[in-house]
């Protein structure tokens, strides 16, 4: 009597997790040079592109090279998404467009010069290095309040709000 082979079971492969492309990082606008008003609104709106390669890419320099040391939702922002990339997770979603970008008419009288900008924020999620898709925050509209100041010949962001 012989013994009826029996078939091995392929194993199931597991599931290949990859993060999207990562964009490129955005130039800085030429315009961002000076001390008047424009210069700061386009180092604020330089700085909220900035924001949108960090959260994509997990790259955080060129946001911490425009936000000021006292700037303390940059620095949390900057702490988030260094803490989730180091876990080898990312973030989906998340971006922020601006436009209409508005300063006060006494802008030259201010030391902080607040921006601030129609937002919309898209819906976002994180996932884990191992494919877990975990929900995040809502899309949004609001206005968002970048306040840049002078700092060593250069605006620097040093607060960012919802201006609500």
């Not at 900035?50 to 425009?66: C, R, V």
């Not at 609001?142 to 962001?157: D, F, H, K, S, T």
């Amino acid at each position: 009597m012989s013994a009826t082979p029996t078939a091995t079971p392929t194993p199931t492969p597991a599931p290949v997790v990859s993060r999207p492309p990562v964009p490129e990082a955005p130039e800085p606008p030429a315009e961002m040079k000076g001390t008047d008003a424009l210069a700061a609104i386009e180092t604020a709106e330089y700085f909220v592109e900035a924001l949108n390669h960090a959260l994509a890419s997990g790259e955080t320099t060129t946001i911490e090279s425009l936000a000021a040391d006292e700037c303390g939702p940059c620095t949390m922002l900057i702490t988030d998404i260094d803490n989730l990339y180091e876990t080898g997770a990312w973030q989906e979603g998340g971006q922020i467009s601006v436009k209409d970008a508005t300063v006060p008419d006494d802008y030259a009288e201010l030391q902080q010069l607040p921006v601030q900008f129609y937002a919309e924020q898209s819906e976002s999620a994180s996932v884990t290095a191992d494919g877990e898709r975990r929900a995040g925050a809502a899309g949004r509209k609001y206005v968002l309040q970048v306040v840049v100041e002078q700092q060593q010949e250069r605006w620097m962001v040093v607060d960012l709000r919802d201006a609500k």
